[in-house]
């Protein structure tokens, strides 16, 4: 930073997404700044475990690598899973997927939330100037008026974008990455419309232990009320994300302990046996959305704060790791060639590759769920068959195999 308080890029939000674009930029030798409102909790090595928590793909991971953020400060705590069963509660059928059919040890890895966040944040040492507790409440984009012409290699001094926090203070860099998840309300300030459908379901999380071992399987089973999946955890124990009507989920959270692991020990097929004991429980409310531009001036929307998808095929993390990906590469090229980081044309760049690559996956995961939500039951028996044919047909087979270690 130098005396103006001024960065080549300041990152506001500290999540999976924007602490790892913030580690990414440094280490390529930017000068940036992290803007997080809550000081990050990450647990001791012995923590009771986080009750959300990511699978991760390899395609993930090795851009986490990649980043430096990767492998994570606790890797005992990271669950593997070298198998994966999805099953229909309506048809029968089920498609296995296995790490061995690729030669690859994993189909991916299941991390928790708070620890992904860990990773990225122990990496900065004094590499990224973290500005934490800290809000940001008003943006000026540093827009060129109209009529300015976008020249490559212009760099107009005046121009640049400010970040104004609830102190008062007020910080101005090239380009100001919005990484403030879903609700994002510097991209309400910035005027950016962002759309899309609520599911009206909500995803029932908690840890829970079963009878028989998880054996290293993500276990998806698509029930009436919408998917349940059971990820394997290193202790043992299995993470349960359960999408559910939103009236249903209320219902489920309300239940007792008992009475919570019956329903869900009938709504796993009793798959891994009974459940004999559960963690607290939580929900999040699922909802698509797309933002309607990625850029506003010099700023610039990544991850959850541009796109929203259903967490049925586990890709949330992994489309913001491409954007951090996508934009570290437009910078670096731009810095090269010696032009404006922040000027339109290259952040357009950016813009124009992610904002078509999400879309097309935000659509192909609505179409997932729309052909197994509740309400079409009439395509159960398509769906039986569609995973018993992709179970025995080489090519389809290989394509969900591709699809589960996120290199579609
Ligand atoms: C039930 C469920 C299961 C999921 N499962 C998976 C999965 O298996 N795999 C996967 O890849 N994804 C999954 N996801 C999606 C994944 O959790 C998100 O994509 C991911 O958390 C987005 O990260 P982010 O950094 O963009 O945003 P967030 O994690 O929302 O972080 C935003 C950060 O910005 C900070 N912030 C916000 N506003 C301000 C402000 N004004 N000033 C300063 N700081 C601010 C917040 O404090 C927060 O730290 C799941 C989601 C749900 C709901």
């Given at each position: 930073m130098n005396r103006r308080g001024e960065h080549d890029v300041i990152v506001v939000g500290g999540g999976p997404v924007g602490a790892t674009l913030a580690l990414a930029l440094a280490r390529d030798g930017f000068d940036v700044a992290l803007v997080e409102a809550r000081e990050p909790s990450f647990g001791a090595r012995d923590a009771a475990l986080d009750p959300r928590v990511v699978a991760l793909a390899p395609d993930a991971t090795a851009l986490l690598r990649e980043f430096g953020a990767w492998p994570l400060p606790f890797p005992e705590r990271v669950g593997t899973y070298r198998h994966m069963c999805v099953w229909d509660a309506a048809a029968p059928g089920e498609l296995h997927v296995d790490a061995a059919e690729r030669g690859e040890a994993a189909l991916g890895w299941i991390v928790e939330n708070r620890h992904l966040q860990h990773g990225a944040w122990s990496a900065f040492a004094d590499r990224v100037t973290v500005v934490c507790p800290a809000e940001a409440v008003a943006v000026e984009s540093g827009a060129a008026p109209a009529g300015a012409t976008d020249v490559a290699g212009a760099d107009?001094?005046?121009?640049?974008?400010?970040?104004?926090?609830?102190?008062?203070?007020?910080?101005?860099?090239?380009?100001?990455?919005?990484?403030?998840?879903?609700?994002?309300?510097?991209?309400?300030?910035?005027?950016?419309?962002?759309?899309g459908r609520d599911y009206a379901q909500r995803a029932v999380v908690a840890h829970v232990a079963t009878e028989r071992p998880h054996q290293d399987t993500a276990w998806q089973r698509f029930v009436p009320g919408g998917p349940l999946a059971l990820l394997p955890l290193a202790d043992g124990r299995s993470s349960v994300v359960w999408s559910l009507p939103s009236a249903e989920a209320e219902r489920v959270l309300a239940l007792d302990d008992a009475a919570f692991r019956a329903e869900l020990g009938a709504a796993s097929d009793f798959r891994l046996g009974p459940i004999v004991a559960s963690s607290p429980r939580a929900a999040f409310p699922l909802r698509l959305r797309e933002a309607s531009r990625y850029v506003e001036g010099r700023c610039v929307l990544v991850g959850d704060a541009a796109h929203v998808v259903h967490p049925l095929a586990g890709q949330g993390v992994n489309l913001g790791l491409r954007d951090v990906a996508c934009l570290r590469r437009v910078l670096a090229e731009a810095r090269r060639r010696g032009a404006d980081i922040g000027a339109a044309h290259i952040l357009r760049r950016y813009a124009r590759e992610r904002r078509s690559e999400n879309a097309l996956a935000a659509h192909a995961f609505d179409l997932i769920e729309r052909t197994f939500s509740p309400g079409s039951l009439p395509l159960a028996a398509l769906r039986g068959a569609a995973l018993t044919a992709a179970g025995r047909f080489g090519p389809l087979r290989r394509l969900l195999v591709d699809a589960a270690a996120g290199r579609l």
């Open positions: 107009p001094v005046a121009s640049r974008a400010v970040l104004e926090l609830a102190d008062g203070r007020r910080l101005r860099a090239r380009v100001l990455a919005v990484a403030e998840g879903a609700d994002s309300p510097l991209r309400t300030r910035l005027g950016i419309g962002f759309t």
